[in-house]
């Protein structure tokens, strides 16, 4: 089976820093692209050097809601550098009520200056959202979006906003860390995205499967990429689907998504 890992941080100093060793055991297990995602203006480099070096990566480069504190006052120049370089995809962005001690304050507006830049370039966007899901859709409801769409990053959402997302372009990203017991309600929310709207990630180095599950430990709890065929396991068998079609159904959505 071919598979798609729709959002990691492959670049993330938590893993080894061989990526040829870990993009080997990725093609291994069938792994033909992973889409690596920046999160702040000191990582893009990272993700472009990555990509350069390695044809199975889609770069993405966006600032995370958690790093708009940070951000330098000349960002939204050099995101459009990389995405000029890099004309592939705009993420990860988003917005953030979770994280403790991290103010709200600015992050729909970083938020939006992003995603007009994506619906201008028509980029494929990965987006974060925690505790604040009725706002992005109202945000994404009121602003252009991709034409090609948008992935929201491990859906953690409710069952109700399911369609009115996907009617403004949202695909679903399904993490390895929702086969763990406690997530067993997320899965079956997932049971109501469209088959088409469907997508598989890792978010390697975080969210890993169930120790059971995993086959490609790195210790501490880092999640491998190439358990992404655990991850393609695990959604297939909490949505009751048979694993070939399964896999050739969210191919069919990766590349309809973030192919160029």
């Keep these: 089976m071919r598979l798609f890992d729709a959002h990691n941080h492959l670049h993330d100093q938590r893993l080894p820093s061989d990526a040829a060793a870990l993009l080997a055991d990725c ?13 702040n203006e000191s990582d893009w480099d990272n993700v472009a050097n990555l ?18 504190p940070d951000r330098s006052p000349d960002w ?40 007009q ?4 370039r028509n980029l494929p ?26 992935l929201l990053h491990s859906y953690g959402g409710p069952a109700e906003m399911i369609q009115p997302l996907a009617k403004r372009g949202g ?8 086969a763990h017991e406690r997530k067993k309600r997320q899965c079956e929310i997932f049971r109501q995205v ?13 969210q890993s499967l169930p120790g059971e599950r995993v086959t490609h ?5 880092l999640n491998h990429p190439a358990n992404i065929a655990a991850v393609y396991e695990a959604a297939a068998e909490s949505l009751g689907q048979a694993p070939e079609s399964f896999a050739a159904q969210v191919e069919e959505n990766f590349l309809r998504l973030f192919a160029p």
């Design 194 to 206: 469209p088959a088409e709207r469907l997508l598989i990630e890792t978010d390697a180095p975080d």
């Design 217 to 221: 430990p790195l210790g501490q709890g």
């Design 125 to 150: 966007t990965s987006i974060h959202c925690l505790k604040t899901w009725g706002r992005l859709l109202e945000l994404l409801s009121e602003n252009k979006t991709p034409d090609r769409g948008f």
């Design 27 to 39: 093609k291994k297990v069938g792994l033909e692209k992973m889409v690596v995602n920046g999160t």
């Design 51 to 68: 990509a350069q070096n390695h044809p199975q990566i889609v770069p993405s480069f966006g600032l995370h809601p958690w790093f708009v």
């Design 171 to 178: 695909y679903f990203g399904f993490p390895g860390y929702f």
């Design 117 to 120: 830049l994506a619906a201008e």
């Design 76 to 115: 939204q120049q050099r995101l459009r550098h990389y995405l000029g370089a890099w004309p592939t995809a705009v993420g990860e962005i988003g917005l953030d009520r979770w994280k403790p001690g991290l103010p709200y304050d600015e992050q729909e507006e970083v938020f939006l200056a992003q995603l």
